[in-house]
């Protein structure tokens, strides 16, 4: 079946704006994951969510940042008044279940000038 | 706080070498151990991984050595294709693979 999928691909957004990134994690995958890669750097963990259990959010940077998953399908990461090193690509990834292998998306470019 | 710190930042082989990245992690709670490859504009895809109760691990070309008093564990690649060109990260997590603390990456370039 298809891969992890997001969208958009590209976002460009002035300062200041709010952002929503989408993630379609592989269907049956339970848990899901997002990432943020900095240009040249490793990738930093932002927020988890396994199932119907309450999301581990210990890797969000501020309170700028939230996601949402609706039960085992989409989920979406909001970036709230947007700042210039908010830029970076922010991967999703997707697992069958907690400790399996994680499948990434393509990324989502976020370039806030 | 850098969890897991890998190197070198770049590396340049000539085909047929065998590259080696090395990563250090500090914590010793970690047990699962993967190494991911990443293309330019594609995500990470996994390509191997190792949990501390073995030392050495092989999947076709590739191999992972597990140091575990040493807290290191480092990817070799034989015989090393120019298809092989890409950023190889290490990573490692609790849980055995929960959230990965991922390393900086390594530019792997391999020239003909």
């Known amino acids: 079946g298809a891969g992890v999928s997001q969208s958009p691909s590209n976002k460009v957004t002035e300062k200041g704006k709010d952002v929503e990134l989408r993630c379609d994690p592989i269907?049956?995958?339970?848990?899901l994951y997002w990432y943020r890669q900095r240009l040249g750097q490793g990738l930093e963990f932002l927020i988890y969510?396994?199932?119907?259990?309450?999301?581990?959010k210990s890797g969000l940077p501020s309170d700028r940042f939230s996601a949402e998953r609706t039960g085992e399908s989409v989920s979406t990461l909001t970036i709230q008044r947007t700042q210039q090193e908010d830029s970076a690509v922010y991967l999703c990834?997707?697992?069958?279940?907690?400790?399996?292998?994680?499948?990434f998306g393509p990324g989502t470019r976020l370039l806030v000038l | 706080q850098q969890q897991v710190k890998q190197s070198p930042q770049s590396l340049i082989v000539q085909k047929g070498g065998i590259p080696i990245i090395n990563c250090a992690y500090e914590?010793?709670?970690?047990?699962?151990f993967p190494w991911y490859q990443q293309f330019p504009g594609k995500g990470p895809a996994l390509l191997i991984a190792i949990r501390p109760d073995v030392s050495e691990k092989k999947e076709g070309r590739f191999t992972i050595s597990f140091n575990k008093s040493a807290k290191q564990f480092s990817l070799h690649i034989m015989d090393s294709q120019p298809g092989d060109s890409a950023t190889y990260f290490c990573?490692?997590?609790?849980?055995?693979?929960?959230?990965?603390?991922f390393g900086t990456g390594t530019q792997l370039k391999v020239e003909l």
């Open positions: 269907s049956g995958h339970t848990a």
């Open positions: 969510f396994q199932g119907n259990s309450a999301p581990d």
């Open positions: 914590n010793t709670a970690f047990d699962y």
């Open positions: 990834a997707s697992s069958l279940m907690r400790g399996e292998t994680q499948y």
């Open positions: 990573a490692a997590s609790t849980g055995g693979g929960n959230k990965l603390t």
